[in-house]
């Protein structure tokens, strides 16, 4: 088990490297470990002690299991309205911008998990409550369709997967789409369908995962999300063996190639859409923003896969500084 140290050194590698890829800002979906990485990570970031994409941090994901595994073996946790309110009144006091709860379970942990739903009606109600009176943000893991209503419904703002949304799920997210923010994680899913038979994850493992069945269902879901105008964002789930922290300028190519996104409407979902799930002036080139510019070898609004070689990316400025800058760059 990695030391908080350990932790935080593996956490500021990584934002290099996304920052080496060109992207500049970074909202957390949340994190496996209850140890506060990212607000210590997002603090040096924003202090220029560590190179990354400046960020808003997210609590460890909460799935209302009454019985907590630990490294001292199983013990009992707390469930209800009140230990939800408990929750999320720590993770605000620790700094984080967000809290997750993990509204669905997931076929990954159980077969059929990602058709339960984990949180009552109460439950959710006073996640909402409690998370407006601290004054931080709802993320949540949410594939069942009641799940994906109870998220809506109680103000919950970044929603990932959705990958079962029923009819009634899609009208909710089209009514709050001015509030509320998607992302898929269609990155995964596409790893570990084709990506993943060299560390263990052939067809068959990718179907028990539910990955087979979770990535057809995002390709029939999407498309529809896309036309009724909802927020839809890139990334999630990066990290893991077949699908690293590096690779996350793929999620653009799959929005084009699965989800029937224009080039230049997968960039406005990474850039425009990006800055509005961060709520900070970033995302646009436009007075009183932040100077955050990539200059690219190639057109990314007719192949947006030129971005997944960082050879392409000709200089990446953040905040008006240069992070990289090449030197047939600095020659023209």
């Not at 809290?99 to 009552?120: A, I, P, R």
């Not at 893991?141 to 799920?169: M, T, W």
Request: proline share 6%; with cysteine.
């Amino acid at each position: 088990m990695p030391t908080p140290d350990e932790h935080f050194g593996i956490a500021s590698r990584n934002a290099k490297i996304m920052l080496d890829q060109g992207f500049t800002s970074s909202y957390s979906a949340g994190s496996l470990t209850p140890v506060p990485t990212e607000v210590r990570l997002r603090d040096e970031i924003a202090a220029g002690a560590v190179a990354g994409p400046r960020m808003r941090a997210a609590s460890f994901e909460r799935d209302n299991n009454p019985v907590q595994m630990g490294p001292d073996g199983p013990k009992p946790k707390k469930t209800g309205p009140d230990a939800v309110r408990e929750f999320i009144r720590e993770q605000a006091a620790i700094g984080f911008d967000a809290v997750k709860l993990l509204m669905s379970n997931d076929d990954v942990f159980v077969e059929g998990g990602s058709m339960v739903t984990q949180y009552s009606p109460e439950e959710a109600r006073a996640a909402g409550e409690q998370a407006r009176e601290s004054g931080i943000w709802l993320n949540c893991h949410a594939q069942a369709p009641e799940s994906i209503k109870l998220a809506v419904r109680n103000g919950f703002r970044s929603i990932y997967h959705c990958s079962y949304a029923d009819a009634e799920a899609i009208d909710l997210l089209e009514e709050h789409k001015d509030f509320i923010f998607l992302s898929p994680a269609v990155g995964i899913m596409w790893a570990n369908v084709y990506e993943g038979a060299e560390y263990g994850i052939d067809t068959a493992m990718a179907e028990k995962m539910g990955s087979v069945k979770s990535l057809r269902a995002m390709t029939e879901l999407y498309p529809e999300l896309r036309k009724r105008g909802l927020r839809v964002l890139p990334g999630g789930d990066y990290g893991f063996p077949n699908n690293p922290i590096g690779r996350n300028a793929r999620d653009l190519d799959l929005f084009v190639r699965l989800f029937g996104y224009s080039p230049a409407e997968a960039l406005r979902a990474t850039t425009q859409y990006g800055g509005q799930v961060m709520d900070m002036p970033v995302g646009l080139l436009t007075p009183g923003y932040l100077a955050d510019v990539l200059v690219v070898d190639g057109d990314p609004t007719a192949d947006v896969t030129v971005l997944q070689d960082t050879g392409n990316l000709l200089a990446i400025m953040q905040n008006g500084a240069f992070h990289k800058r090449a030197g047939r760059l600095v020659a023209a």
